[in-house]
């Protein structure tokens, strides 16, 4: 068996590289170093530069000819796709907050309107309350109308009892007159306490009418 080692030529080729590589180097390292290369470079670099430029131009015009989206017009496509999904956030944004607000208000409307409903029942049962109070002192003026035309009567018996006593005590003193004086004389007498007595009678009657008319107006 030979035990001499396998040629590859990957290693050769390898070797050669780095030579080309090291020459070419070498020579840009030369052609860098000479004012007159670098300013022809110089020139080459903007032909180049204004060629592109202008190719690209023609490519655009003849794109928008055939209607045929470029580049440029991609990446404006893109750039407002980017912006329309920002403004789609920012409006989704909008409404969540806005739904929200929405819910914090419906909230603040359900409290107050439960509120309302409670101020209204505490005023219906403060005005039924009121209500009774009112009716138990209408049924109170009543009775106290009652007790007034009650003591007014009573004051229209103790004048009339008065008045009785007055005529009482007058027949008793004409009793007694009669038992010592003469029938002439007692005759004389009756004559002269018959003007007194309707004298009496007709005060009797004005103090009656006038304690009627005074009814009424403390009733009015």
């Known amino acids: 068996m030979s035990t001499g080692k396998t040629y590859d030529p990957f290693v050769g080729l390898q070797l050669v590289s780095e030579m080309w590589e090291k020459q070419l180097n070498g020579l840009l390292y030369k052609l860098t170093d000479n004012k007159e290369f670098v300013q022809?470079?110089?020139?080459g670099l903007?032909?180049?530069?204004?060629y592109l430029e202008r190719f690209r131009k023609n490519q655009e015009l003849i794109a928008a000819l055939m209607n045929i989206p470029t580049k440029k017009d991609i990446a404006n496509a893109a750039k407002m796709s980017i912006q329309a999904e920002e403004k789609i956030d920012n409006l989704e944004e909008q409404i969540w907050s806005l739904q929200d607000g929405l819910n914090l208000a419906n909230k603040g409307n359900l409290e107050m309107f439960q509120e309302m409903v409670r101020i209204v029942k505490q005023l219906q049962t403060e005005f039924q309350t009121i209500a009774q109070e009112?009716?138990?002192t209408k049924i109170m003026k009543a009775d106290l109308q009652e007790i007034r035309q009650g003591l007014f009567n009573m004051k229209i018996i103790q004048v009339n009892l008065q008045e009785l006593?007055?005529?009482?005590d007058g027949l008793k003193s004409l009793k007694s007159d009669s038992q010592t004086v003469p029938a002439a004389a007692m005759k004389t007498v009756i004559e002269k306490e018959k003007p007194k007595q309707k004298k009496e009678q007709e005060k009797k009657q004005?103090?009656?009418?006038?304690?009627?008319?005074?009814?009424?107006?403390k009733k009015l």
């Not at 903007?46 to 204004?50: G, H, K």
């Not at 009418?209 to 009424?216: F, H, M, Q, S, W």
């Open 40 to 43: 022809t470079a110089n020139i």
């Open 46 to 50: 903007d032909v180049y530069s204004r």
């Open 134 to 136: 009112v009716s138990e």
């Open 165 to 168: 006593r007055k005529e009482i």
């Open 206 to 217: 004005n103090k009656e009418l006038v304690l009627t008319g005074a009814e009424p107006s």
